[in-house]
């Protein structure tokens, strides 16, 4: 597999694995060879495109059923693009040769010619609107739900809100690095369409159980001590776990590019940097950084967080009237009895 990818790599032909077909329908097509000549030499031309392959290329004297029906009323064009063909540049290209293909056949000179283009990166193009539009609700409604658990968790609305976005922060700068190294570095011309999704949902549930392991601590110390000093025992407490737990999860994450295909690549570095963020980032920098910005404001509408140690001094319980009479009662005994004298005294 390796060895194929980077042959199809060096001969710039990475879309063999899924070429895109251009049909054309109209009665006695194969009798106009010369205009399908035309507009296979412009489909060449077109943006992405490293080959096509069509009546032109044809061995046979006959190409009927093969780049021709039987009936002589339908032809069809194999286009072979430069780049992955379930990839964003290939989706792109696509998409701008559908937009186009029409107009190139009426220049072609067939101007009454059906014209359809269909294979696997046509199909990958509409899946990608479909997934994006999906992926995009499935990440809302985990964001929602992640929130309401630490909402009933912390029972607070402020620090939920505020870890939550520290999580997507994360994500979004695995996401960016990703785009940088395989786009900016590696040249690739796109990130597969539902690589970024995948990772975005896995790190945010990911992301969701650090939460609970880092932030529980600290607010089960706030219960007896100031915010400051909550920190200074829980963090140290749970980074270790949260650490290890991490970078375990990281290096699993990151055997998946021994795969050789992008996607899969793309993946597990996005997961590989977003693990290494949370882990060492974000839960023992960030987190603590954000909740002493914010103070007792953290655990607003409730007033659990507090961040001076005069605030958890109780004055003493008043008495209740049966104390206080029973104590009254004592006391006037103790007034009224009279002192004993020592044998022997005077």
């Known amino acids: ?11 710039g032909l990475r879309g ?28 060449t031309q077109q943006d992405g495109v490293a080959d096509v392959l069509g009546p032109g290329d044809s061995p046979f004297t006959d190409p009927r059923g093969v780049i021709m029906s039987e009936n002589g009323n339908a032809a069809r064009f194999i ?28 220049e072609a000179g067939l101007p009454n010619a059906e014209v359809t283009v269909t294979g696997q990166t046509v199909i990958a193009s509409k899946v990608a609107d479909q997934t994006r539009l999906s992926l995009i609700v499935v990440l809302i409604v985990a964001l929602l739900i992640e929130l309401v658990i630490l909402i009933i968790y912390l029972r607070a609305l402020v620090a939920p809100v505020v870890l939550l976005l520290c999580s997507a922060l994360s994500v979004a700068a695995a996401l ?21 999704f995948a990772a975005a949902v896995l790190l945010i549930a990911l992301g969701s159980d650090y939460n609970v392991f880092a932030v529980g601590p ?31 999860l990281a ?26 963020l949370d882990t060492l980032v974000v839960r023992p920098i960030l ?25 958890f001094l109780r004055s003493p319980e008043p008495q209740s009237a049966s104390d206080q009479a029973a104590s009254d009662r004592a006391g006037s005994d103790r007034a009224a009895s009279p002192e004993r004298v020592p044998e022997g005294s005077g």
Do not use: C
């Open 218 to 248: 600290i607010w089960r110390e706030t219960k007896q001590r100031p915010l400051a000093e909550a920190l200074s025992i829980a963090v140290p407490g749970s980074a270790q776990a949260i650490t290890i737990a991490g970078l375990i």
């Open 176 to 196: 960016g690095l990703t785009t940088l190294l395989f786009q900016g570095i590696l040249g690739h011309q796109g990130l597969t369409f539902y690589a970024p």
């Open 251 to 276: 290096a699993t994450f990151s055997l998946v590019a021994i795969i050789p295909l992008s996607t899969f690549r793309q993946i597990a570095f996005a997961m590989t940097v977003g693990l290494l």
């Open 1 to 11: 597999v390796a060895e194929g990818a980077q042959l199809r790599q060096a001969a």
């Open 79 to 106: 286009v072979i693009f430069d780049s992955d063909p379930l990839a964003a540049q290939a989706i792109d290209d696509v998409r701008t040769l559908q937009a186009n293909v029409n107009l190139l056949a009426i």
């Open 287 to 311: 987190t603590p950084a954000v909740l002493t910005l914010l103070g007792s404001a953290a655990s607003w509408p409730s007033k659990r967080v507090k961040t001076s140690a005069a605030a």
């Open 16 to 43: 063999i694995t899924a070429p895109t077909e251009v049909l054309l329908e109209q009665t006695g097509i194969v009798s106009e060879r010369p205009a399908l000549l035309r507009l296979e030499e412009a489909l």
